[in-house]
T-cell receptor, first 113, second 114 residues
């Protein structure tokens, strides 16, 4: 299995819909997981951190499944402004990622009016 | 400005030239990371510093690459004898320690080698 794997998409979703995508990881010792949002030709920006089973922030929910080694990101009531690439990041080694993060290639999301 | 600053934003250089990039992290962050990103890929880890100590280097960081953080504050990334394959976005990020809060990235330096 690749270290961090994401479906590159694109996911074309109508405005207002709910969309979810997954990220699988190989490092079973990882303790923290991160979702970043990256707009075209911009830097990644931290969207959510996941330390236990999951995290919720407004319309965004991140879930962690340790047994199957994947994390998911759910976006409810999607907005046009949610169009971006969503990057999953996992610590290179054990723990929280202080020694470096491994990023997936990202999932490209397009919200259509 | 309390974010991570990178300079320059863009750099076009001829193959074989040397280039140097600078990163100023968030002042209270003791960890600083360099990543490289090419089109359609996620950021790839290059190296990181805890204070002034360089603790990890990726195999991607060939002998032509060197990074420093002399006083534990700003960092520089130098690429010697640039090649066309070095064309990429070079991203710097900083973290306050532990890494449990994710990284804050700078806007990056886009390098084009012609």
């Amino acid at each position: 299995r690749k270290e961090v794997e994401q479906d590159p998409g694109p996911f074309n979703v109508p405005e207002g819909a709910t969309v979810a995508f997954n990220c699988t990881y190989s490092n079973s010792a990882s303790q923290s997981f991160f979702w970043y949002r990256q707009d075209c030709r911009k830097e990644p920006k931290l969207l959510m951190s996941v330390y236990s089973s999951g995290n919720e922030d407004g319309r965004f929910t991140a879930q962690l499944n340790r047994a199957s080694q994947y994390i998911s990101l759910l976006i409810r009531d999607s907005k046009l402004s949610d169009s971006a690439t969503y990057l999953c990041a996992v610590p290179m080694y054990s723990g929280g990622g202080a020694d470096g993060l491994t990023f997936g290639k990202g999932t490209h999301l397009i919200i259509q009016p | 400005d309390t974010g991570v600053s990178q300079d320059p934003r863009h750099k076009i250089t001829k193959r074989g030239q040397n280039v140097t990039f600078r990163c100023d992290p968030i002042s209270e962050h003791n960890r600083l990371y360099w990543y490289r990103q090419t089109l359609g890929q996620g950021p790839e880890f290059l190296t990181y510093f805890q204070n002034e100590a360089q603790l990890e280097k990726s195999r991607l960081l060939s002998d032509r690459f060197s990074a420093e953080r002399p006083k534990g504050s700003f960092s520089t990334l130098e690429i010697q004898r640039t090649e066309q394959g070095d064309s990429a976005m070079y991203l710097c990020a900083s973290s306050g320690g532990g890494g449990n809060y994710g990284y804050t990235f700078g806007s990056g330096t886009r390098l084009t080698v012609v």
